[in-house]
């Protein structure tokens, strides 16, 4: 069981606009500004798609934004395409000894 | 652009030892901190922990008992070292970079900016 939570899967069509939640405890997202999120296309390594719940790393679309309202932090993808799907997880900070952990992972469908 | 490579066996027996190497390319080591993690397959990440270039350690508690990490700055590589190792370890091993920001790139961040590609590690008599 991960330490933060996630929809196992979403799903949209070209074009929409969808959220992927990541859900944790004032101990990690709720308590910290310390949230990113990881794109991880099949046989491949994840890669940094958003820092600090908001901040896009350079070269990563501004159709990706991340968000954050009490302990549960957000990734939304607008005008979807198909190479956005992929597997999403989240991560973040924790005060406790395990230092940094990791959702469970959302799969994205682009319909 | 930086570069990380993993290297090491990709089968390695019940009970013994698993040893991993990551190369730094395209830039220094020093300054950063640099984690292990690791993905079973089809399931999520894990955390294992990371390396100062100073020879700073923090380990997942998880494994902590089993996990030792080490830095070589003259070639420019960290690795990894996990004892008696059993089926539950068996899993994709990436090595990272975190992210530092600031005026003076020196605020942590907790998030990874590169990463290796990845190398598997079987663990099976």
């Known amino acids: 069981q991960s330490a933060l939570t996630q929809p196992a899967s979403v799903s949209g069509s070209p074009g929409q606009s969808i959220a992927i939640s990541c859900t944790g405890t004032?101990?990690?997202?709720?308590?910290?500004?310390?949230v990113s999120w990881y794109q991880q296309h099949p046989g491949k390594a994840p890669k940094l798609m958003i820092y600090?719940?908001?901040n896009r790393p350079s070269g990563v679309p501004d159709r990706f934004s991340g968000s954050k309202s009490g302990n549960t932090a957000s990734l939304t993808i607008s005008g979807l395409q198909a190479e956005d799907e992929a597997d999403y997880y989240c991560?973040?900070?924790?005060?406790?000894?395990?230092?940094?952990?990791f959702g469970g992972g959302t799969k994205l469908t682009v319909l | 652009q930086v570069q990380l490579q993993e290297s090491g066996p990709g089968l390695v027996k019940p009970s013994e030892t698993l040893s991993l190497t990551c190369t730094v390319s395209?830039?220094?080591?020093?300054?950063?901190?640099w984690s292990w993690i690791r993905q079973p397959p089809g399931k999520g990440l894990e955390w294992i922990g990371y390396?100062?270039?100073?020879?700073?350690?923090n380990y997942n508690p998880s494994l902590k008992s089993r996990v030792t990490m080490s830095v070589d700055k003259s070639k420019n590589q960290f690795s990894l070292k996990l004892s008696s190792v059993t089926a539950a370890d068996t899993a994709i091993y990436y090595c990272?970079?975190?992210?530092?920001?600031?005026?003076?790139?020196?605020?942590?961040?907790?998030?990874?900016?590169?990463w290796g590609q990845g190398t598997m590690v079987t663990v099976s008599s």
């Open positions: 004032s101990s990690d997202v709720g308590g910290y500004n310390y």
């Open positions: 395209g830039g220094s080591i020093s300054n950063y901190y």
């Open positions: 990272a970079r975190e992210v530092l920001s600031g005026p003076n790139y020196d605020t942590r961040n907790y998030a990874f900016d590169f």
């Open positions: 600090e719940v908001s």
């Open positions: 390396m100062y270039y100073s020879g700073a350690t």
């Open positions: 991560s973040s900070y924790t005060s406790s000894t395990t230092l940094v952990v």
